[in-house]
């Protein structure tokens, strides 16, 4: 079955420090890939995606690049905020023949950034 | 364009008891997922539901049931609340054949 593995967590950073979270997969197929993000007391909100190897999702200054032959998604920040502390999830999405796509997630990696 | 909306926010149930969280989809999907997040996991695929019929299903027993109306606003039923079933549910909405899925704010589930 498909699985995520995200870096062991949390993460501490001063502000406009250098951010990687590690995310690896397992899947058949070509699944598509996501990071979402989880503020305290809300639910997930899409960061960013890639859909094929070598495509570079970015947003808000996050990017994450799909390797397909290391199958990992690292999720990277050239410099953080106060404003980017969050759970981070990372996620893969398969068509099923008949279903519509289902969201596999890591278990989330707890990002403080400190002033 | 409206989001993804979930009712209600909170809810504390007694183990035994039943329950049911409501959610609206954003406008122009027609897919509606239901995940299960318990406190420090990500969040765990329960059902999804297309035209109104449950089209796929994680690993969850069967007293954890839905429906999908046809205005695509879904319910997520669970009977017989275990002290287990504590967690945020959160609902997803996306148009077939879209591997997107837009979230609600959740709904906070205490089983006491």
């Known amino acids: 079955g498909n699985s995520v593995t995200q870096m062991e967590g949390p993460v501490t950073l001063s502000e406009e420090a250098f951010l990687t979270i590690n995310c690896t997969y397992t899947?058949?197929?070509?699944?598509?890939l996501f990071w979402y993000v989880q503020y305290p007391g809300e639910g997930l909100q899409l960061l960013l995606k890639?859909?094929?190897?070598?495509d570079k999702g970015s947003n808000k200054g996050f990017e994450a690049t799909y390797r397909k032959e290391t199958t990992s998604f690292h999720l990277e920040k050239g410099s953080v905020q106060v404003s980017d502390s969050a759970v981070y999830f990372c996620?893969?999405?398969?068509?099923?023949?008949?279903?519509?796509?289902?969201?596999?997630f890591g278990e989330g990696t707890q990002l403080t950034v400190n002033p | 364009e409206t989001g993804v909306t979930q009712s209600p926010t909170h809810l504390i149930k007694t183990r035994g008891q039943q329950v049911t969280l409501r959610c609206s989809s954003q406008s122009g999907h027609n897919t509606v997922s239901w995940y299960q997040q318990a406190l420090g996991q990500g969040p765990q695929f329960i059902f999804q539901?297309?035209?109104?019929?449950?089209?796929g299903r994680g690993n969850f027993p069967p007293r954890f049931s839905g429906l999908q109306f046809p205005n695509y606003s879904s319910e997520l039923n669970v009977n017989a609340l275990e002290l287990d079933d504590s967690a945020l549910y959160l609902c997803?909405?996306?148009?077939?054949?879209?591997?997107?899925?837009?979230f609600g704010p959740g709904t906070r589930l205490t089983v006491t």
């Open positions: 539901y297309y035209r109104e019929e449950e089209n």
């Open positions: 899947a058949t197929g070509y699944p598509s």
């Open positions: 890639a859909t094929k190897a070598d």
């Open positions: 996620a893969l999405s398969d068509l099923g023949e008949t279903s519509g796509s289902r969201l596999t």
């Open positions: 997803a909405s996306s148009s077939v054949g879209a591997y997107e899925q837009y």
